[in-house]
């Protein structure tokens, strides 16, 4: 819910003042950062005068940040100096500094120096700034009169409020703060202006003396969160209820390779009604989708999802319209496929894959957490009753439970990946029942690892860097392959996320996303343009480096194998499938090959080609429209014409624009017929009629 400015609002304005520069009294303001239930860090504020210190460590899956900051108020709230020091989730060091002089703006972080002239009041956006910084930001927005200021380095930040929201009896300010990323931030504020809670569907950085309702929080998180992409879904779904011909547009397909020539491809209700020659007449009620030339390709796949609502919907800006979830809380996934199946919200067509993990201090906090080999079959059955296609094992996970749960799993018809649990290796648990191998890091660390090495820390990305120059012919890697080659396991590499962890670097544009860099939001360009694996010295940075060469050779040679490559990311940007797949035929594999990987290689092997993966009559409508041909520059990927999926149309440029992403492409022209006896119906998700001659 959305409400405008009111009295109160303005007052709490006047208090947020009030809070800013030397008002603000000695006292120290302390939070419990919650992550999915449970306690894994802290955030600790100490307010002298205008000066406030913090102390921010988290410690969740083995990673974190450890962070200290030290601000300075000047009289509007706004910092006047700010440095930040301590080390990034992934171990990166860091050390910001922030300086304001009269209009003059000047800073220093991981990407070098930057200044700027402030000409209007200027919010500077820390690159590593702790969720306490959310409440200077929300103070200083409310001060202003529109509750929007320019920010540095650069773009916007605003101010939404919602609808308050009460614990323990007292009711506090719900707001949105906006355009630091892709996805606003929630916070609450007393009456006074100050920090009690920033918080999402899945972890909250609350008030200590609060920190008992950030279940509460989460699911309030999860259903406004609902509601916003509800009303999204609204804006940007299409449907009709008449035939749409998709006309001159030229359709890839993977089975062959090859692009066909100019067709007309019919879409009615949530199927391929037919794909015909281009002089093919149209029937009457039709309407029509100048295809003027373009592509065709079937939707892509994520077989490495977490998603969100967020995800959900830019996986569909990004023609993503499958993915395999991975690992999520189990009954905010269920709940988020019935709705993306009922069309409340916008989202691709999920797998979902039930998350397993042994209890230890390094635990990640998805799915079931097992204390004993008991409750991880309980864990396995619970999955199973679901519809779950697949169990997926985690670092933290007893190996000798494995062969216990590999065979469990299958009697109830679910299959077992997963990461390779700390102190084993692959060999052992593809010996113990693995069908496939998640992210290919956990493959290679078998090579490398001492047994004793513990890769529940961030070992298990950092020890990459001891794969540099690895000899993949080497009888230790060659028994690994031929294992897999004969027993047909798959791997899931995920080299986008090992490309954006190994190879960004402080300054530079992170590889994972050069392509698109320039689309993306201000705040996510400064999080591309900054390390993340810790580098010391040139020796851990030329480790890096030739650790992804060595990752490139083996999925060429995996390929050559015929071990089967799933296309997986690890991440929520849709965008990063683009990549993933660009790393693929920057290793060397023919990019016909690398669309099929990415569109019907995961339907065959999850037996549901019959159904999806091809653009042919009968199967689900699920294909995107290209401005340019994928087989000629693989980078026409990226742009996004139209997206169909399950006959919903949608226009990626309308849903970028929705979370400040640039758009890659304009929507092409939809034209209904005018000779109709009766009107076709032409909606948007919101019933609403759209025009005879729609130009999107």
């Known amino acids: 819910m959305t409400m405008r400015p009111t009295a109160g609002l303005r007052c709490l304005a006047c208090s947020a003042l009030a809070l800013s520069a030397a008002a603000l009294h000695a006292e120290t303001q302390r939070f419990a950062v919650i992550d999915n239930g449970e306690n894994v860090g802290h955030v600790l504020a100490d307010i002298e005068g205008n000066t406030v210190s913090i102390d921010h460590d988290v410690k969740s899956n083995g990673r974190g940040p450890t962070m200290h900051e030290t601000i300075v108020l000047g009289a509007r709230g706004l910092p006047t100096s700010w440095t930040l020091q301590g080390t990034s989730t992934f171990g990166n060091k860091v050390d910001e500094q922030f300086t304001a002089k009269g209009k003059r703006l000047s800073w220093v972080d991981t990407t070098g120096k930057g200044a700027m002239a402030a000409r209007v009041p200027t919010l500077y956006v820390a690159q590593e700034g702790s969720p306490f910084s959310l409440g200077l930001y929300a103070r200083a927005l409310l001060a202003d009169a529109d509750h929007v200021l320019a920010a540095a380095p650069g773009g916007t930040l605003s101010l939404e409020e919602e609808a308050p929201v009460t614990l323990g009896g007292t009711a506090y300010r719900a707001f949105l703060v906006k355009g630091i990323g892709l996805t606003p931030s929630a916070i609450l504020l007393d009456d006074k202006g100050a920090l009690v809670a920033a918080y999402s569907p899945t972890n909250a950085t609350v008030r200590e003396d609060l920190s008992s309702f950030a279940g509460d929080l989460a699911k309030i998180a999860a259903v406004r969160s609902a509601e916003r992409f509800a009303a999204i879904q609204k804006k940007v779904a299409h449907t009709f209820t008449a035939p749409i011909r998709i006309r001159d547009v030229r359709v890839f397909d993977p089975a062959s390779g090859k692009i066909g020539d100019p067709v007309s491809v019919v879409v009615f209700g949530d199927r391929i009604a037919s794909v015909e020659p281009l002089d093919s007449p149209a029937s009457p009620g039709e309407a029509t989708v100048e295809g003027a030339g373009r592509v065709v390709i079937p939707g892509l796949h994520d077989m490495h999802a977490h998603v969100s609502l967020q995800s959900a919907l830019l996986y569909i800006a990004s023609g993503v319209t499958s993915v395999r979830d991975m690992g999520n809380e189990n009954a905010f996934l269920i709940d988020l496929t019935h709705r993306i199946d009922a069309g409340e919200v916008a989202g691709p067509r999920i797998v979902r894959n039930g998350f397993l993990e042994g209890r230890s201090p390094y635990s990640s906090r998805n799915g079931f957490i097992a204390g004993s080999e008991a409750e991880a079959l309980d864990a396995v059955r619970w999955y199973g009753a679901r519809g779950y296609w697949q169990v997926k094992i985690y670092n933290s996970f007893n190996p000798a439970w494995v062969p216990g749960v590999v065979r469990e799993a299958k009697r109830l018809g679910m299959g077992v990946t997963g990461h390779i649990p700390a102190f084993t290796n692959a060999d052992a648990m593809i010996a113990a029942g693995y069908d496939e191998?998640?992210?290919?890091?956990?493959?290679?660390?078998?090579?490398?690892?001492?047994?004793?090495?513990?890769?529940?820390?961030?070992?298990?990305?950092?020890?990459?860097?001891?794969?540099?120059?690895?000899?993949?012919?080497?009888?230790?890697?060659?028994?690994?392959?031929?294992?897999?080659?004969?027993?047909?396991?798959?791997?899931?590499?995920?080299?986008?996320?090992?490309?954006?962890?190994?190879?960004?670097?402080?300054?530079?544009?992170?590889?994972?996303?050069?392509?698109?860099?320039?689309?993306?939001?201000?705040?996510?360009?400064?999080?591309?343009?900054?390390?993340?694996?810790?580098?010391?010295?040139?020796?851990?940075?030329?480790?890096?480096?030739?650790?992804?060469?060595?990752?490139?050779?083996?999925?060429?040679?995996?390929?050559?194998?015929?071990?089967?490559?799933?296309?997986?990311?690890?991440?929520?940007?849709?965008?990063?499938?683009?990549?993933?797949?660009?790393?693929?035929?920057?290793?060397?594999?023919?990019?016909?090959?690398?669309?099929?990987?990415?569109?019907?290689?995961?339907?065959?092997?999850?037996?549901?080609?019959?159904?999806?993966?091809?653009?042919?009559?009968?199967?689900?409508?699920?294909?995107?429209?290209?401005?340019?041909?994928?087989?000629?520059?693989?980078?026409?990927?990226?742009?996004?014409?139209?997206?169909?999926?399950?006959?919903?149309?949608?226009?990626?440029?309308?849903?970028?624009?929705?979370?400040?992403?640039?758009?890659?492409?304009?929507?092409?022209?939809?034209?209904?017929?005018?000779?109709?006896?009766?009107?076709?119906?032409?909606?948007?998700?919101?019933?609403?009629?759209?025009?005879?001659?729609?130009?999107?």
């Open 437 to 696: 191998v998640s992210h290919i890091n956990q493959l290679m660390l078998g090579w490398v690892l001492d047994p004793r090495e513990d890769t529940r820390t961030p070992l298990r990305l950092t020890a990459m860097r001891r794969t540099a120059g690895l000899d993949l012919a080497s009888p230790r890697v060659a028994a690994t392959l031929d294992t897999m080659q004969a027993k047909h396991i798959a791997l899931d590499p995920t080299a986008v996320t090992l490309e954006l962890l190994m190879m960004s670097r402080d300054g530079r544009i992170s590889p994972a996303v050069a392509g698109y860099f320039d689309h993306l939001p201000v705040g996510v360009q400064r999080n591309r343009r900054q390390g993340i694996a810790p580098i010391k010295t040139p020796e851990d940075a030329a480790g890096y480096d030739g650790a992804f060469v060595t990752i490139k050779a083996l999925l060429l040679d995996m390929y050559k194998r015929g071990i089967t490559l799933l296309p997986g990311t690890d991440d929520g940007t849709g965008l990063s499938v683009h990549r993933e797949l660009q790393i693929y035929a920057e290793a060397g594999l023919p990019t016909a090959e690398v669309l099929k990987i990415g569109t019907l290689g995961p339907e065959r092997y999850m037996h549901r080609d019959q159904s999806y993966g091809s653009v042919e009559k009968g199967k689900y409508a699920d294909f995107v429209l290209l401005d340019g041909n994928p087989l000629e520059d693989l980078s026409a990927i990226h742009r996004m014409a139209m997206v169909v999926k399950g006959g919903t149309v949608y226009f990626p440029s309308e849903i970028w624009r929705e979370v400040g992403v640039k758009p890659f492409a304009e929507a092409p022209r939809i034209v209904a017929p005018v000779a109709e006896a009766k009107p076709v119906a032409l909606t948007n998700g919101s019933g609403a009629e759209a025009h005879e001659d729609l130009a999107f």
